[in-house]
C-alpha cells in the first residue's frame, strides 16, 4: 500500500493581515511523535565521588554522571560543597534525584547524559 502524505496551506484574513497555517494528515502527526523522547524515570541513585552519580533507570540503563565541573547558579549553588551534594535522595513520585532545597535534573536530561555519554551541563 502506497502512503501518501499532504501538507498543504491554508490561509485566512486576520486582523489586517494574511495568516497562514501549515495542516497535515494524521499520519505525518504521528511520525512526529514516535521522535519524541519517552520519560525513562530514575530507579536508584548513588554517590560515587565528590560530584559523581551513578544512576540507575527503569529501562535497564546504568551509568556515572559527573557533575564536578558543572556550573552551579541559583538553586543549585549549595551542590558545589560535596556534603551538601551526598544528600542527593531519589524522588520516586518525580522519578528523578533530588536534594533537601528542591533542587532536581529532569529524568529525561540524566538519561540522556548516561544513555548518550554526555558531559553534564546546565539545564
Not at 485566512?12 to 495568516?19: E, F, N, P, Q
Not at 564536578?68 to 541559583?74: L, V
Request: glycine share 8%.
Amino acid at each position: 500500500m502506497n502512503e501518501l502524505s499532504y501538507i498543504g496551506l491554508s490561509s485566512k484574513t486576520t486582523g489586517g493581515g494574511l495568516a497562514t497555517a501549515n495542516r497535515s494528515n494524521a499520519s505525518r502527526r504521528l511520525r512526529s511523535m514516535k521522535s519524541m523522547h519517552e520519560l525513562v524515570h530514575v530507579t536508584a541513585v548513588e554517590v560515587v565521588g565528590d560530584h559523581r552519580l551513578r544512576l540507575v533507570f527503569e529501562d535497564g540503563a546504568t551509568g556515572e554522571v559527573d557533575l564536578s565541573a558543572w556550573e552551579r547558579r541559583g538553586v543549585f549553588e549549595p551542590l558545589a560543597d560535596p556534603a551538601y551534594f551526598r544528600q542527593v535522595a531519589l524522588d520516586q513520585q518525580l522519578g528523578t534525584i533530588v536534594w533537601p532545597n528542591g533542587a532536581d535534573i529532569a529524568p529525561e536530561t540524566l538519561h540522556s547524559w548516561v544513555v548518550l555519554e554526555l558531559t553534564a551541563t546546565p539545564v
